[in-house]
Nanobody, 118 residues
Framework: QAQLVESGGGLVQAGGSLRLSCAAS????????MGWFRQAPGKEREFVGA????????NYGESVKGRFTMLRDSAKSAVYLEMTSLEPEDTANYLC???????????WGQGTQVTVSS
């Protein structure tokens, strides 16, 4: 069964950095676009970023552009989200996702919580 497991969340002060990891198992995602989303309590799920199957292209949501970077290691079936200059507004549960063959985000992890204190 395909599974995505996030890790690396935690509590960090504003201005700090964190690196989130997403490990895939149960099937290969090396040919799939992978993405990160986040959801804060009482808010809608927000797109953070997506990276192409080969890691050559990535795009980001406006609120994180220039501060967050996505990387992927297909050999390890892993995707990373490097977050810098964190702000309290970045506090959320961060979820990893993978596209299915029909182009929808069909695979989701449970998320890892990031809390940024001011």
């Amino acid at each position: 069964q395909a599974q995505l497991v996030e890790s690396g969340g935690g509590l960090v002060q504003a201005g700090g950095s964190l690196r989130l990891s997403c490990a895939a198992s149960g099937r290969t995602f090396s040919d799939k676009v992978m993405g990160w989303f986040r959801q804060a309590p009482g808010k809608e799920r927000e797109f953070v970023g997506a990276i192409s199957w080969d890691g050559g292209r990535a795009n980001y949501g406006e609120s994180v552009k220039g501060r967050f970077t996505m990387l992927r290691d297909s050999a390890k079936s892993a995707v990373y989200l490097e977050m810098t200059s964190l702000e309290p507004e970045d506090t959320a549960n961060y979820l990893c996702a993978a596209e299915t063959s029909d182009g929808t985000w069909g695979y989701w992890g449970q998320g890892t919580q990031v809390t940024v204190s001011s």
